[in-house]
């Protein structure tokens, strides 16, 4: 928490990016005492659209939502980590991000994983040229959002960004699309979602940069996606219960990893 903390803290106040204020941070003394931090009460509600029942949101809210994030996403990865007190933090490889979910494969049970080594040594045999590293939220979408009305207020859940490639972020969120047909929604129908091409155009317009090789940070996605959710399955298993969304994705990770392949040639 207290490095959460330290990212909003850093990116307060910069223009178009909106998070909760942080009040107070306190290191505590771990175990005993965890870690505290107090933050604003922002107001607003956050609703992952492909993932919600349908007729949550209505269709044009969902767009407009989605449109307001992408352009705050271009204005988070427009501030140079270097003019910040994020100057000294270590910058994450493409490389060393394809490990990242390399290791959490290593850690679940077989029939979570299979092929998952030969999708990782594509990834590293075709990865492309690293663009300047950005302030990286990396697990950016709607669902990790406080929105109001048509505005995003505040994003929130900044458990794993980094400093790293800005097209880690874009295709995370162009996966949440209605056309991406994310394994774990609950309905084919549609949300209102702006189509990828739309959501990339709307970034490449507000961050002033046209972003190449998609194709191969999509790959990434779904290999992190199967590795991100075999470690939620596997704890669900250790719990004795496995949610709907986890059911709905369990017999996806393969096809994932299959996709990923394809998208950057098996």
């Known amino acids: 928490v207290l490095r959460q903390a330290r990212l909003m803290e850093a990116v307060t106040g910069k223009p178009g990016v909106r998070v909760p204020q942080v009040l ?40 407009a939502r989605a449109l307001d994030a992408v352009r705050m996403l271009a ?115 549609p949300t209102g979602m702006p189509t990828k091409a739309e959501l990339i155009d709307a970034y490449e317009e507000a961050r002033g940069e046209r972003l190449k090789d998609l194709a191969w940070f999509e790959a990434l996605t779904k290999y992190k996606e199967s590795a991100a959710t075999a470690l939620l399955i596997k704890r669900g298993r250790k719990a004795g219960h496995l949610s709907a969304a986890n059911l709905r994705m369990l017999p996806a990770l393969a096809t994932l990893r299959q996709e990923a392949l394809e998208l950057i040639g098996s």
């Open 24 to 63: 107070f941070a306190d290191a505590g003394d771990p175990p005993q005492i965890p870690p505290f931090v107090a933050m604003s009460l922002v107001s607003g509600e956050c609703v992952e659209p492909v993932l919600a029942p349908r007729g949550t949101l209505p269709p044009r809210q969902v767009r």
């Open 75 to 189: 204005a988070l990865h427009r501030i140079n980590p270097q003019h910040t007190q994020l100057a000294n933090e270590p910058v994450v490889s493409l490389g060393e991000e394809i490990d990242r979910w390399t290791r959490a494969f290593e850690t679940v049970p077989d029939d979570l994983r299979d092929g998952y080594e030969v999708v990782a040594g594509r990834l590293h045999a075709t990865m492309p040229a690293a663009m300047n590293p950005v302030i990286t939220h990396g697990d950016f979408r709607l669902g990790n959002t406080l929105c109001d009305g048509d505005q995003v207020m505040a994003i929130i859940d900044w458990e794993i960004w980094s400093l790293g490639d800005p097209r880690v972020d874009i295709t995370w969120m162009t996966f949440f699309t209605d056309e991406a047909r994310h394994p774990a929604s609950v309905s084919d129908e």
